[in-house]
């Protein structure tokens, strides 16, 4: 067997084989922050090291590791006994729990596995690692090579690095047992591109080198209708791997749950998955409006505004009452110009194709507030990462025009950290790299197609990415945005926390000096540039990010794309700040996570399952957050784009009241989030935070809701009405699903 098969990564979903006598179980470990060399030694001295729990992350245990390496110590009395029932003779299995984020496993001192990619050096940025958390390790050891210590005492030592999050091993057990034939199956799912039917295909991998024989037997449950369809049933012979094709109607909710049973042994191996499905109808063929009902400007400032009509193309466009000041590309549907008078312009927008014609009211509030709305479009940094480019900009750009996603309301094209060369010109003024040859250009094509543009930079002397930051420059940097048509600054903490920790200061004020300084001088340009402030929630920066003329704020740290991230920062993180939110003024709980990501030139899926970005789209709208998509939108499927162009769902998002939703309920399995809209009815999210399928009777919460004379309920992801008496509707949410509700009342 070459060295490669010996790592094994074991599927989240897979089940575990039930322990035999003989098997090791391990619970508690040595833990040691920092990273030495020696600590991989079995002679090491680590009497001194915490002893922590395997099952729980080191942050729960006061041990945070973020953005920092450290290593586990396991000792452990390995009898020569435990491999007289293994089913591949000479091998010894170790299996870790989940790892936050990447890891490096030594067993007296020789490497027997590792899983994901460390950091080059202790200060790269983060986010240069490959995320690998949740997964579960499992690693084969030889034990012909001669480094297990038959009935004496072994040292396990694992050596981790913690990018964000938790940290640390989490959620199971260390063990070390016999190898298993049943514990060479894998069972994974490859979800197909949507097309008319949903397609998944179920692939059955063998990692050892034996020839294994069994039965795959496929079970499929459809969760809204709560019944069972038609099973699959097939024998196969293993070599290495084999896919079996399984067709679904792709608008429904279905389980699919696969057994692989081994024929020599008789014993099993499972995996279940909800395939992506889609519940938002298509749109009409007739042109419909899906934007913001009102738009913010400050007087003399530019005004870029794309109508954001779906239908088929092509489409003319025309505003019979549009303002003097004011102009229309008739064929892209874009309004620009300027208004110099303060106050409120309705205008009538009118799109018009072969199918039909269909008008809209958008109200230009001319004043001193911006963002009336949140702001949505689209960031670099979650696909691309520092491997952005102006070409890969101007491609998610034109491939948001070609999907339609701006005709939903995504306008800004924001770029995030690596755009600036390495030094700034003799005067002082900052330059980019090769990679952005003309930012000046970047900026007019896209506010020539409706788009408003975005940049990154940050307060210290470089950014996270180690890129030139504004310190000692706000003037110049602000001066130089409004000269490339800037609309959108990210202003990232990074480089300034060596400045900020230089100093004993700890006041309210230090906190403020910084985004203080630059926002002086980008209101002192004549155009409107968002301000969005990126400081990960420090010193309760929701309290006073407005007074810095913030339009949001980050409220947490980086988001990744695990439920772990998603629960803590959508959840936990954001139900205290609703009071903080409103027009002008927004929490922001970090970019989306749907599609695919990677951080890097290396995309690949989100690892959200088909619920899970549910979840995340409904709660970022009832949070009322900045909706920024994190992916590559040239690659996106029929699944993401239905997922993002849901007009009913951004309407909430978008919702003018400017409302952020109240947790109104709470439990270990459900969680209801509520919010106020503009025309006096309410959106509803029902949360399963739980690991299972739930049942939930909407009576039950009904008192929770405070919600009376209800006269209509509308399923915002199926659109569709509910007919049924509230009291007598009852919703059946896969694990980490939801159910958005609009709910009328009188």
């Excluded at 240069?128 to 499992?138: A, F, G, L």
């Excluded at 007739?286 to 109508?307: D, E, L, T, W």
């Amino acid at each position: 067997m070459k060295h490669s098969l010996l790592l094994l990564i074991v599927c989240m979903f897979c089940s575990v084989s039930t322990l035999s006598a003989q098997d090791i179980e391990v619970r508690e470990a040595l833990f040691q922050r920092g990273d030495k060399a020696e600590y991989r030694q079995p002679a090491y001295d680590d009497s001194q090291w915490k002893t922590v729990s395997v099952e729980k992350d080191l942050r729960s245990q006061k041990m945070d590791i973020t953005c920092q390496y450290g290593w586990y110590r396991i000792h452990v009395r390995i009898p020569r006994s435990i491999t007289s029932t293994s089913e591949l003779k000479g091998w010894l299995r170790i299996h870790l729990p989940h790892i936050d984020d990447c890891d490096e496993t030594y067993l007296n001192g020789h490497l027997i596995g590792k899983m994901g990619i460390m950091p080059r050096t202790q200060e790269e940025y983060s986010h240069e690692i490959d995320y690998t958390y949740p997964s579960t390790r499992e690693y084969l050891v030889d034990t012909g090579k001669g480094i297990v210590n038959w009935d004496a005492d072994n040292v396990i030592a694992i050596r981790i690095y913690n990018a964000n999050d938790r940290g640390g091993m989490l959620n199971d057990i260390v063990r070390i047992t016999p190898v298993r034939r049943i514990e060479g199956i894998r069972l994974t799912f490859k979800q197909q591109p949507l097309t008319q039917k949903g397609q998944v295909g179920i692939v059955v991998d063998n990692r050892y080198s034996c020839r294994q024989s069994g039965r795959l037997h496929i079970e499929a449950f459809d969760i809204d209708r709560q019944q069972s369809l038609p099973a699959v049933d097939k024998s196969i012979t293993l070599g290495n791997a084999t896919t079996i094709a399984y067709t679904y109607d792709r608008n429904a909710c279905i389980r699919l749950t696969a057994t692989y049973t081994d024929k020599a042994s008789g014993k099993t191996t499972t995996a279940t998955i909800i395939p992506h499905y889609i519940q938002t109808p298509p749109a009409p063929a007739i042109p419909r409006y899906n934007g913001a009902a009102v738009y913010g400007v400050r007087p003399g400032s530019p005004v870029i505004f794309k109508m954001a009509f779906s239908g088929n193309k092509p489409m003319t466009y025309s505003v019979p009452d549009l303002p003097e000041g004011l102009t229309l590309d008739t064929q892209r549907g874009v309004i620009q110009g300027s208004l110099a008078k303060r106050g409120e312009y309705p205008l009538t927008l009118v799109a018009t194709n072969a199918q039909g014609t269909a008008k809209a009211t958008l109200t230009i509030k001319v004043g001193n507030t911006i963002a009336l709305t949140p702001p949505m479009g689209w960031n670099s940094w979650n696909c691309w990462g520092l491997s952005v480019s102006q070409e890969k900009v101007m491609a998610s750009a034109q491939a948001m025009l070609d999907k339609g996603l701006a005709d939903y309301g995504f306008c800004y094209v924001n770029v995030d950290d690596s755009w600036p060369a390495d030094q700034r010109a003799a005067d002082g003024t900052i330059r980019t790299n090769e990679k952005f040859p003309d930012m000046k250009q970047l900026g007019d094509w896209l506010h020539e197609r409706g788009f408003k543009f975005g940049i990154y930079s940050s307060p210290g002397d470089r950014t996270c990415g180690n890129y030139l930051g504004s310190i000692n420059h706000e003037e110049q940097d602000a001066n130089t945005f409004n000269a490339w048509g800037i609309d959108y600054l990210k202003y990232d903490w990074c480089g300034y926390s060596k400045v900020f920790r230089a100093s004993s200061d700890r006041s309210h004020a230090a906190y403020l000096r910084p985004y203080m300084k630059m926002q002086q001088y980008l209101r002192q340009q004549p155009r409107d540039i968002f301000y969005s402030l990126c400081q990960y929630g420090m010193d309760e920066v929701w309290k006073w990010g407005p007074y810095v003329d913030a339009n949001s704020w980050r409220t947490t740290g980086d988001i990744t794309d695990t439920w772990a991230s998603l629960y803590d920062i959508g959840f936990n993180r954001q139900a205290p700040l609703h009071p903080y939110a409103a027009p002008g003024h927004w929490n922001d709980p970090d970019m989306l996570i749907v599609g695919k990501v990677g951080w890097s030139d290396k995309l690949r899926d989100t690892r959200l399952t088909t619920d899970e970005q549910y979840t995340h789209i409904s709660l970022w709208a009832l949070l009322a957050a900045n909706m920024l998509i994190g992916c590559d939108v040239a690659q996106m499927d029929d699944f993401t784009q239905a997922l993002l162009c849901n007009n009913e769902v951004l309407a909430v998002n978008q919702d003018p009241l400017g409302k952020q939703a109240h947790r109104q309920y709470k439990d270990d399995n459900v969680q209801i989030w509520m919010r106020q809209l503009y025309d006096g009815s309410y959106a509803v999210g029902i949360f399963n935070v739980s690991d299972a399928d739930r049942e939930v009777m909407l009576g039950y919460h009904l008192p929770n809701l405070d919600i009376s004379n209800i006269t209509g309920m509308r399923d915002l992801w199926r659109q569709t009405d509910i007919t049924s008496a509230p009291y007598e509707t009852t919703f059946y949410i896969p694990a980490h699903g939801v159910k958005l509700l609009k709910i009328s009342h009188r």
